[in-house]
């Protein structure tokens, strides 16, 4: 009988849901109170004067990309936010909970505030707000977001950033709308794991700054590091332990500077590669943009004692090895060492021989020692070890230095190279204001959904969002050490200044909410007022200073180095083979550092970047070094029984200063002539001025080094001229 009377009951309330719930109803019931008299635009609270509280929970489904150049996350995910609106209170006899798209009721204004892309609204008109009869309103929205990330990339590829999700009531202050969270962090139910980063953590905080609510929905990421270790990592430190083997290399093969250099420009092009994906920010750093610069000075070191081991291995072998040189490689090969051991075995051996330290030969017929000759006998010993002391370096030649010191700069470079590996590679009516300088478009500012806030003066308050994209006046004559001063200028538009009058209480742009930016400063702001053409215009002028330390570190050390390895093709011996190679390679990674330059520039002709004309220039001298280089060789590799022409002779001695000599020499000479002996040394003077013959020393390859050395020394000095000229101002234009 129980179950009947709980069957009957529950059929009744069934019938009367459903019969409640017809469209017909529910019509009639929509046009009574509450909905009948409410509106809207109304702030949801009998007493205007208290806040709405705004509970959100935020559903991360997806992090879509990462973009660490621009300092950008994109994001997907929806939230349900909830509050009570106080004039959508019923009886729930009838209908408990209804659920109609979001444009019939009053919704908190919600905006991604670090939004990139845009500040308009969340939210979409198809969104359904679900409110109980208590007044308890839900309303799911979906969030695709492109927000702001301050970038750290000290540690890349093993880096971890914190970004986040900034959410804030537009147009209202704490005490209208607060917003919160109920939950500490976000909620991962939906979430799809992301390829290249890893989500360590979330977190969900709230904020009021400047009496605006903030949440801030906070995401700690981690890249994942595979794809950089074997396409990156692994083939740098390849490329670190290779560059030491260019000490192992025959001297003889010809192949020495050509596989240093090589290795220099391939560090130039890992360096570029690995600065592409970074933000250009000079703090912080990457580790490992030091680390490959570095690498990329060891390179250059490589490069500089690569020529100077060369030279060592192409002395001619009947020139004596200085005598401090040769005990410097007995040194390093451990020579001196092996004498100390030697002999102090032998002075072990000599104690506790018989006859108390005398040897037979020392004792007379009777037994007793004989006496020496004191002096003798000590002095031919303390000779001969001396001339032992010099004879054991005496087989040291110039072909034993170099292998010495190739052994020595191979284990040199390969210890260096690890040091650096391990130490970095371990981190109403509105006014109709237009953006009249944007280069995107000239509509009006402001959208539907910005609210005004008017008192009971008739004091109106608009709160306009804007992301824009504004032309500028780029003088770039000093890059990277440039200053920009850009403006963004605001117009009443269609209207005068007698009609609308712009003015401003502030002499300057508020920086409260202002994210640092990695490339750039803001040194000063400024706003001005002007009149044209009886039009009024806001200009707020920015001033910015570029941060050079990304582009010092990655292309102005690298040239400055290229520069001053580019005239030490002079000093390659002539028979090495790699001559016209090194000059032209020089003169290959010249062009790619301009085409480097020049990707990051305007192509405007005036102002052109002062770094643009001195890597022309160094790309002109490094295109004569490789004719003159070309030139040399052929003097040197003359056929020495052909005689050397009498114009290059007489510049040979200019250059080597032998007429200079000559002249000294004759003036000592004068000085000490007596005055009996002046007609003889006048016979004397007359024979040598017809001698012809003062120049005949100079063979071809005496002309070819001479001419080594002097280009060697007008190339040092052009690039120092070039580099002090060009590089200089650059670096006091800040």
Known sequence: MADRRFFLVLAVCFFTIVSANTPEKFRTWLGNDPFKSYNKRIFPRSNQNENVTVDIKYYLI???????????????????????????????????????????????????????????????????????????????????????????????PFDIQNCKVTLNPWGFTDNQIYLMSSESSLDLTHYMENVQWELKTTSIETKSISSTSFLNLNLEIKRRPGYFIVNMVIPILILGLLNGMVFLLPADSGERVGFAITAFLTFAVFLTMVSANLPRAAEPMSLLCYFLTLMLVLSALSCVITIMTLRVYHQDEDSEVPK???????????????????????????????????????????????????????????????????????????????????????????????????????????????????????????????????????????????????????????????????????????????????????????????????????????????????????????????KPGYFVINMIIPVLILSLLNGLVFLLPADSGERVGYAITAFLTFAVFLSMVSENLPKASEPMSMLCYFLTLMLCLSAVSTIVTILVLRVHHQHEESEVPKYLRHIIAFIKCDKCKKVCCREDKVKDISPDDEEEEEDDDDEL??????????????????????????????????????????AFAS
């Open 62 to 156: 997806a992090i879509t990309g990462f973009d660490e150049v621009a300092g950008q996350m994109d994001t997907v995910g929806y939230m349900k936010v909830q509050w009570k609106n106080e004039f959508l209170i019923w009886s729930s006899t009838d209908i408990p909970v209804i659920s109609l798209p979001q444009d019939n009721f009053w919704l908190p204004s919600l905006v991604v505030s670090n939004s990139v892309t845009t500040l308009f609204e969340v939210g979409h008109s198809s969104y359904p707000v679900r409110i109980t009869s208590d007044g308890d309103c839900e309303w799911t929205v979906g969030v695709v977001a492109k927000t702001a990330c301050a970038v750290d990339v000290s540690y890349y």
């Open 324 to 546: 401090w040189l040769r005990h410097v490689i007995a040194f390093m090969n451990f020579q001196k060492c092996k004498k100390w051991c030697c002999s102090s075995k032998k002075s072990k051996n000599s104690v506790g021989a018989d006859n108390d330290g005398f040897d037979d030969d020392s004792l007379d017929e009777h037994g007793l020692p004989m006496k020496k000759k004191l002096g003798y006998e000590d002095t031919k010993s303390e000779a001969s070890s001396e001339e032992e002391e010099e004879d054991d370096t005496a087989d040291i030649t110039w072909r034993k230095v170099g292998k010495t010191l190739d052994i020595f700069f191979f284990s040199l470079f390969i210890l260096g190279t690890l040091i650096i590996a391990v130490f970095f590679l371990d981190q109403l009516w509105k006014p109709s204001i237009v953006l009249s300088n944007s280069v995107e478009s000239l509509k009006e500012l402001g959208d539907k959904s910005y609210r005004i806030r008017i008192d009971n003066n008739g004091n109106h308050e608009w709160v306009v969002g804007i992301v824009s994209k504004t032309a500028c006046s780029i003088d770039i004559t000093y890059y990277p050490f440039d200053k920009q001063s850009c403006n963004i200028t605001f117009n009443p538009w269609g209207y005068t200044q007698s009609q609308i009058d712009l003015v401003t209480t502030e002499t300057k742009v508020d920086l409260t909410h202002y994210q640092e930016n990695v490339e750039w400063d803001i040194t000063s702001t400024m706003v001005v007022k002007q009149v044209v053409d009886s039009s009024v215009y806001i200009n707020f002028v920015l001033n910015m200073e570029r």
């Open 689 to 730: 001025g017809k001698n012809p013959d003062d120049t005949i020393y100079i063979t071809w390859k005496v002309a070819a080094r001479v001419l080594d050395y002097f280009f060697f020394l007008v190339f040092l000095g052009s690039t120092s001229a070039i580099t002090v000229f060009f590089l200089i101002p650059l």
